[in-house]
């Protein structure tokens, strides 16, 4: 349940408003010149943060072609295959998953829609059976029509972790499967109605382990993007895409570049949730970020499609340019980044002593290596503030470091004089290292001593910071980590880094929280039906963990985005705080 | 130097050349070659403006502390108060004033001249270390490769084509990485750890270079006709190899053991530059430089640790010709 951020962070893109000099020839807007902080334009909203709350630049306009680009290659465009929050905003172009996020500003971004389904989910035996029907009128890009068959099989074939190896969890974990089936490419003639059925063509059943209330949340994964039996290829069906949505790949070269041109067999009649705006989408990956951010800002682009920030060089650039900065948004993302406080090792496996780094840290040192306040806020929890439930803590002090209260907590442990330890962080993220710099520098002043160890983030949690035996043979005590909302509640935020259950032999992403009172709140969570009562149980399981000094949260990440020059309809959206995909259009 | 046998050194220092030198109201005199190429070393003042550097450098890296404690701050040291928190860059562009000799550094403040004067250390002390470490290994292969002759030249000289064929840059960031892992077995933990595995990874896979120049040199020498009279005298390999070859060879080496050194100083920035290197806090110059890509609008991050680079890069370079023009009697001039 992690949705992996693009490490290299990039900008959005979007209008010009009103006074865009770009637009050439034609209809000129005769908008007033000079520093571009003259009357915003009455239709949709202009300046600084326009983006968070409105429709910037709006407008029906058909046709053009959108320009994207990303500095890497994301894991994969196979819906069954993905894990990262950009890849799940853009498949949504040429995939429609059963419900999908409302393309709408804010936090009316996080509402669900039916999409593929008539409606949302129909539930009944206690959240445990889920109901969906399907449109009318559905097709593939062959012109083959879309049957709740398709989305069975979408659902059952990425099961297969073995073959798609990115991607959550959910649905192995939830849905009720037989014992003997492994996988669609393994045993394919094993009866799966246990799990799901399909009645009949235009309607999905699924049966759930143990309820659910939320299940429109899984309905919404790129998982229920339909995929059709005769044409999956295992691995190999990512080089070609089978689209249901409006747009269908026209060339694929991994690594380098995408092009999706229409798809003509999709019809808006079936789509009320996409306008599908221009004609063509150009997608380069692999595009170096300082140049990435330059090219949006003059327009040679439209959109960053990773949707973290700007460059550091650029976020300077953007700030002191009054042009630029009107087209900029700050969003805070469902993500925070923070430090895990490995207890297994003395003298951390004692409260106090964890009290006492946490006491030390430098807060704002911390803001400061993450970025500055533009990429995040001072975190004072795990939960992020989008996430419902979420309350601010007052636990610990969070400015620069209170040297009198974490010697009181040193001495309270056993240690007056400090203690060593060993701090591992992500070698090639420049803000991770930046952090175990600050933890260093604030640590020595009461006498902790760090050592700074940076791992590949390729190998950080598989064979390093992730692996309990590794942590406990090299004396490892704090170690950076970082985590994004799959969906925006306390199930797609917390379940996956407190629960202690979900520790194995290696690749962990909780590292450090180990409290059988965390995991019983967890249960509770699980069980409860009601979204108010169960919100207040995730909170209660967010203050457990600060109770307990198990982490430092370090920021609630921000970005800094930057809209495209003459990109029509673009808003951040509150499902994937970067820029809604759906939407975006051509001028 | 002094030439290696009575017997063999006469007719060296013979040469007309040192007779040329020596002319003028004096008495004829001997002179060693080396002092004769001290004679003509003095004389390039490019290579002695060379050698200066690199002295200057080198007191620069021994004394890194107290320079750091007159004129700059500690170098891991945070200065926040010197940037703007909403652009995290240094407040006025550079933070360069009398206190901060060099600027601090963009997002923590820390103060740039500090990291570039103990940034020396790090590189100078690597790639020192790293060009001993290809000298003694090329020259003892090239030399015993040169001398013996046969199946064991054979296949010495096939193992330096290996080395010279080998993708050195790639294999050392596979080996740094490898190697990093064994921390607890290799008793030797951070920084040191690091710097002992650099110089391992950097001199291991250079020697294929000067290998191959002495083995060429060992070559024509053992046909010499001193080596055949001291082994008509009954000298045996060991004595011959040591005692008559090894120190003709002194000139070689030497000039490519200098015009190493700056290669190895760029490898070390190279790995460092990739992540592979010494790890943070510690300052090097090639991880500065790959920390200042992220801040091309802050360019003083990336002037004074590349200045510094090819500062020494530079100096090495000029001193190392020169002193190959100096030693070296068949050289044009």
Redesign the interface.
Known sequence: MKKKALVVSAAGAVLALALSACGGGGTETPAAEGGGTSAPAAAGAAGFNAGLENVTNPSDKKGGTLKMAVTEDWDSVDPGDTYYGMSWNLLRIYGRPLVTYNPAPGAKGRELVPDLAESLGQMSDEGKTWTYKLRAGLKFEDGSPITSKDVKYAVLRQLDKKTFVNGPTYFNDWLDLPKDFESVYTTPDVNTDSAIETPDDSTIVFHLNKPYAGFDNFAALPATVPVPQAKDTGIKYRDHVIASGPYKFETVEAGKTYTLVRNEQWDQATDPVRKALPDKYEISLGVEG?DLDNRIIAGDLHVDIAGSGV???A???I??TPELKERADNPVAARTWYISILGDVPPLDNIECRKAVILASDR??LQ??Y????AGDIATSLMPPSIGGWKKLDLFPTASGDEAKAKEALTACGQPNGFETTMTFR??R?KE??A???M??ALAKVGIKL????F?TSEYFTAYAGKPAYTK??GIGLATNGWGADWNDGFGFLSQIIDSRTIREAGNYNLSIKDPAVDALVDQAFAEQDTAARDAIWGQADQKVMEGAYVLPAVYAKGLLIRGKGVTNQFITGAFDMYDYLALGVQ | MTAPLDVSGGDLKATPESVAEGAGAKAIQGRSLGQIAWMRLKRDKVALTGAGVIIFLIIVAVFAPLIVGWFGHPPNQFNQDMIDTMTMTPKGGTGISWDYLFGVEPLNGRDLFSRVVYGARISLLIAFFATLLSVVIGTTMGIIAGYFGGWVDTIISRLMDVFLAFPVLVFAMALVGVLGQFETQLKVQGDTLRILLLIFVIGFFNWGYIGRIIRGQTLSLREREFVDASRSLGARGPYILFREILPNLIAPILIYATLLIPTNVLFEAALSFLGVGIQPPTATWGGMLAAATKYYTVPHFMFFPGMAIFITVLAFNLFGDGLRDALDPRAGR
């Open positions: 300082n460059q550091p060089a976020l300077g650039t700030q002191t704002v040192g400061n290596a970025g500055g306040q533009l070698a090639d420049p290292v930046a175990a710099e600050s260093q520098q050592t700074l160890k940076g590949p043979a090299n």
